[in-house]
């Protein structure tokens, strides 16, 4: 089952991802809500359309817009709805 693992920490998993341009997306009800906080970073996909991100927190440690999603997005990526994405220091495993 692929999880989502940042300093040791599972802060995903689910066996429902989808992946799309080579990333994992993972039900966003999979996340840790205990380890994120809004971020005011947004960046725009042609196809995609706007994603919003969000930092992790735990312990001191900080992973600033770590984890992104598309709250609206296009007709033609309607399969990311609902769901997170990871990178930087953030390791998607099976």
Partial sequence: ??????????IAESDDTVVVEGNHYFPRASL???LIRA???????????????YTLEHAGRTS?????YY????PEAEMVRDRV???KDVQVVD
Avoid at 64 to 68: C, E, L, N, Q, T
Avoid at 71 to 74: D, S, T
């Fill in 1 to 10: 089952m692929p999880k989502a693992v940042w300093n040791d920490l599972v």
């Fill in 32 to 34: 840790r809500e205990d």
């Fill in 39 to 53: 971020s005011d970073t947004h960046t725009v996909c042609p196809w995609k359309g706007t994603a919003s991100y």
């Fill in 64 to 68: 600033a817009d770590a984890v992104w």
């Fill in 71 to 74: 709250p609206e997005p296009f």
């Fill in 85 to 87: 994405a990871f990178w």
